[in-house]
């Protein structure tokens, strides 16, 4: 359980870093971990000298996080599946070998990815679930476990490209048993920020707006300078058509996350609906300006172009848009 917890405390702040910067009202599941430290670094350096580091778990663990952070989703399956025959009890090296396979299933579109993706959390669950009969009070145990049950849920949702059908109800069942992980952590920790917002996150999905807002403010009252939830509340703001409270809480994101062109993009979906177009064209160059290639704000500037009535400059920003959409 010692080295349980260890790799627990790794995997919440890069778990973390990933969730919800997401597009057009809807959470996009990118999974994106910090690179790890140069002592890491150094040691991937010299795998090839003997190590006794590579006999422990830890070590593949670690190099699974960081080959994810680096966009190597083959070598972080590998590195993880070396921890689990280490170490085989051991929750979130599972939920560490999901959250690969379901890299590799959204970057190659992989059905086995898939599938194999769905069986690793499972186990996850079911380990996060047995160390909470030993004991009831961890509140990291809980969060974690509603973390694996969400995050399955949505590749669940995911798999409606591969037409799996009959899966609705299911999908429901385990964002519902996330919730309800979630308010243990809380329970337990009122002040975790993270379970709340990851609690909004999941009322989002589940359509519940309202909540999903209430949950957002509890981790704001937490911590004022929380972009994601901030986020989170605007996209949930924008669902019930409260475009005026959505714009607001998209400058409170802006303003503690500048650099990040999600941010602006939603922003300006949101001047849109309010036929504040002129504001959104200034809010989707800004999208574009620190992301040339996202496609999402380069149609945005064409809808708001054309609401303008200049149609010239709305098909040339569709036009950008095709082009950088059938290029990824």
Known sequence: MRREKAMKVSGRTNTERSLIFAGSGKFRLIFSLFVLTALGSCALAQETAPDYSQEKADYWYKRGLESTGTGDFDDALQSFSKAIQIDPENAAIWNGKALALRS????????????????????????????????????????????????????MQSGESLNITGIE??????????????EEAIKINPQYLTAWKNKGNVLYSLAKYN??????????????????????????????????????????AIENAPDNEVLWYNKGIALCSQGKYDAAIKCFDQAVKLNQSFAKAWNGKGVAFKALGFETEANAAFARAR??????
């Open 104 to 155: 590799l299933y959204f970057s190659k579109h992989n059905p086995n990815s898939y599938n194999e993706s769905l069986k690793a959390f499972d186990e996850a669950i079911r380990l996060y679930g047995e160390a909470l009969q030993s004991n009831s009070h961890d509140a990291n145990t809980w969060y974690y476990k509603g973390l694996a049950l969400s995050d399955k849920a949505a590749l």
């Open 211 to 252: 909540e999903s807002v209430q949950a957002y403010e509890q981790a704001i009252e937490i911590d004022q300078k929380y972009a994601l939830a901030w986020f989170g509340k605007g996209l949930a703001l924008s669902k019930l058509g409260r475009y005026d409270e959505a714009v607001k809480a998209y400058d409170q």
């Open 169 to 182: 109800h299911d999908i429901t069942g385990y964002y519902e048993d996330a919730i309800k992980a979630y």
């Open 323 to 328: 082009y950088l959409a059938s290029n990824t």
